[in-house]
């Protein structure tokens, strides 16, 4: 409570003798200066730790910039994102730019889509543009138009510079042309069943009480008076598990949404029905691989890339061991393969010992014993291409040769049409872009689909799960923002980027505000 308001809070309980009470009152001023003085003390340490931590990565950007501009000016480029800034000066306190004036007699009509994510300064850019076409009369009588679509609950490019803010005033009245808007709501939700609709329309209404801005509070409570249609039905299903550490709760969910999925393959849907939902990448990727161990066929970012087969594996590990017969993990994880998919009775322990300690020869033997017709000397005598054919039919793979093998090898063809095709040079390659190579997919795969919120808008599946709801919607760690400083203090610097924090309210509103606006609009898609 002192730190919100330090003059209203009492400094001892009621039940304190009354020559304490004294003795503290005649010292009050003193301990509420000292506080605040503290206070400000303990907010320019945080400014300053802050700017000091910032210095380094400002250093690294600054040098990246000034050979990009060296890029630019060599090739005669200009990004997209300098052109709009480019713009934004030349027709910024300009009553009728040249560049509209030529523009605006050939276009009279606008649409403008998904406009809660226009920033700021592409909205202003286009201000002059349409003013000209709504202003003027064409020869049927008639004037330009203006349209724009969007939903402010749907805010969801705050990160590029988005502000929904422009399109709540819009509707509110306040234009900023000659013509006032005539705003229309669209009542109606064409897309979802009923149960789906009602459900959205209580949740959101019922969140609305939570927000501090009362312009967002009637956002949320007036737009979520949505009608239905007569697409009855659909179903939402809320489960809560007990509060704990990250890792015992994704011990709960893991197994949780492998039974939701198995309930919902009881009651007729296919893998393909099935979408499941992340906030983010990591947790994914996390799912993913749960539902692969489980034999659950699984399509997703992570899932498509060429290194998550155990087949590309076994190619890779292979010739691992042609350049480093003592390359232990990669000898493992090649018997634990062969253990797994040729003829052998031998228990894994065993074999694994065996096969960690034998030569070349003994490898070999080891091998030939299990039915696989395999030769060091024969595949050294390879190119790379050959050697992995080589592989592919040694160890009898030619029956499990999938999209991912087949993926692997055009990426050797093209490596040996552009490179020194050396083993040890293709293996360095693999090293550093085999996070990048990925595999084709098609969209008939019958495969549950994992994807991330923003890569799913717009998209509409039979079943949709939303598994880790448990991330705070209020991300501020994330708001990089320019803060105004006082050059002669500072080092020259008027302004600097910090990365937004509660800690640094103190030094205005333009980071609170950031702050604020992220509490208020939450992304949702019906």
Known sequence: KMRTNISEVSFYTKTQSEDKKAIIDAIR?????????????????????????????????????????TLKKELNLVTITEFNRRINEQIKDQPAP??????????????????????????????????????????????????????????????????????????????????????????????SYS????????????????LSDDAYKTLYIDGNKQKTTPKE??????????????????????????????????????????????????EARLMANYLKKKGILVQSTDSVLVTNSDLVQFIINMLRLLVNMDNAEARFEVLR????????????????KKGLDFNRHQLEQLWITAGFNFSFLEIESKELYEAVEYLIQSFELQDNVDAFLRALQEHIYDFEQNNDATLSGFLAYWDQKSEDLTVSLTQEVDAVKIMTVHSSKGLQFEVVIFP????????????DLWIPLDAQKYAGFDSFLLRSSSKMDHFGDAIKQVRDRNKQVVFFDE
């Open 233 to 282: 039905g659909g179903f939402v299903q809320l489960s809560f598990v007990e509060d704990g550490k990250k890792e015992e709760i994704q011990e709960l969910i893991l197994p949780k949404v492998e039974g939701i999925l198995q309930d919902c393959l009881s009651r007729g849907y296919s893998l393909k029905d099935i979408c499941i939902l992340t906030r983010k990448k990591d």
């Open 468 to 479: 880790f709801a448990t991330s705070s919607f209020e991300n501020s760690s994330r708001d």
């Open 337 to 352: 393969f062969l253990h797994a998919h040729g003829n052998t009775n031998t228990d894994l322990h065993d074999y694994l």
């Open 29 to 69: 001023s003193q301990i509420e200066a000292l506080f605040l003085e503290s206070k400000e003390a303990l907010f320019e340490y945080a400014l300053n730790a802050a700017l000091t931590k910032g210095l380094v990565p400002l250093s690294v950007l600054r040098a990246i910039n000034t050979e990009f501009e």
């Open 195 to 210: 149960e789906i609709v009602l459900f959205n329309n209580q949740f959101f209404t019922y969140a609305a009480q939570y």
């Open 98 to 191: 040249f560049i509209y004036e030529r523009l605006g007699d050939r276009y009279r009509h606008f649409f403008i889509d998904e406009f809660q994510d226009t920033s700021q300064m592409q909205w202003t850019n286009l201000q002059p543009l349409v003013e000209n076409a709504l202003a003027q009369e064409y020869s049927s009588d008639s004037s330009g138009t203006l349209m724009m679509v969007g939903d402010a609950k749907q805010a969801i490019y705050r990160w590029r510079g988005g502000a929904a803010e422009q399109f709540i005033s819009l509707y509110e009245g306040n234009s900023p042309f000659s013509t006032n808007p005539t705003p229309k709501t669209l009542d109606t939700n064409y897309r």
